[in-house]
T-cell receptor
Framework: DQQVKQNSPSLSVQEGRISILNCDYTNSMFDYFLWYKKYPAEGPTFLISISSIKDKNEDGRFTVFLNKSAKHLSLHIVPSQPGDSAVYFCAVPDQTGANNLFFGTGTRLTVIP | DSGVTQTPKHLITATGQRVTLRCSPRSGDLSVYWYQQSLDQGLQFLIQYYNGEERAKGNILERFSAQQFPDLHSELNLSSLELGDSALYFC?????????????FGPGTRLTVL
């Protein structure tokens, strides 16, 4: 039973343009959301997060937007760079407090030079 | 470099066999998590240990077991291996549990069952 869903397995964007990656979640009780980035042959690395009390969090070129009524979050990358080419996962922490994460299936972003 | 190490990087074995994957967490991190990533799947949480004690269980098969040792390293044991067990296995660590703590992932062990 997927707690978070990423319906786009892949996305291609021209360098310099905006990349928008989407994620839907099922449980309105989730209070924290994360994005991880994964390069081939490496483990996922934390990118950016957002608390449910906010609707936007920005860190440099990366911005995460949260729409609680739609149970939807998105990651915007502006401007996109070739080094951003990776798989992006959205994730939510287990609500029992154990701190393990539920991950989406990921979106592979390719930034074309 | 996340500071989390995993060995081996690659493992090729046959069905029915047993393997052990090893993880050393970041210095100071008490909590260790194991995740499985199968083809075209997101990371699936398997099990978590905190300071030597099992803390949470996810979608872990009965054929799989784990433990965390006094020096805080952890091992994931996979037995009676099946073709479907072929996957990437990631270990992650964090400082504690409770309030959300960022998890740092190792590079993973790629298991191939032939």
């Amino acid at each position: 039973d997927q707690q978070v869903k990423q319906n786009s397995p892949s996305l291609s964007v021209q360098e310099g343009r905006i990349s928008i990656l989407n994620c839907d979640y099922t449980n309105s009780m989730f209070d924290y959301f994360l994005w991880y980035k994964k390069y081939p042959a490496e483990g996922p690395t934390f990118l950016i997060s957002i608390s449910s009390i906010k609707d936007k969090n920005e860190d440099g070129r990366f911005t995460v937007f949260l729409n609680k009524s739609a149970k939807h979050l998105s990651l915007h990358i502006v401007p996109s760079q070739p080094g951003d080419s990776a798989v992006y996962f959205c994730a939510v922490p287990d609500q029992t407090g154990a701190n393990n994460l539920f991950f989406g299936t990921g979106t592979r972003l390719t930034v074309i030079p | 470099d996340s500071g989390v190490t995993q060995t081996p990087k690659h493992l090729i074995t046959a069905t029915g066999q047993r393997v052990t994957l090893r993880c050393s967490p970041r210095s100071g991190d008490l909590s260790v998590y194991w995740y499985q990533q199968s083809l075209d799947q997101g990371l699936q949480f398997l099990i978590q240990y905190y300071n030597g004690e099992e803390r949470a269980k996810g979608n872990i098969l009965e054929r799989f077991s784990a433990q965390q040792f006094p020096d805080l390293h952890s091992e994931l044991n996979l037995s009676s291996l099946e073709l479907g067990d072929s996957a990437l296995y990631f270990c992650a660590s964090s400082v504690a549990v409770g309030e959300y703590n960022e998890q740092f992932f190792g590079p993973g062990t790629r298991l191939t069952v032939l």
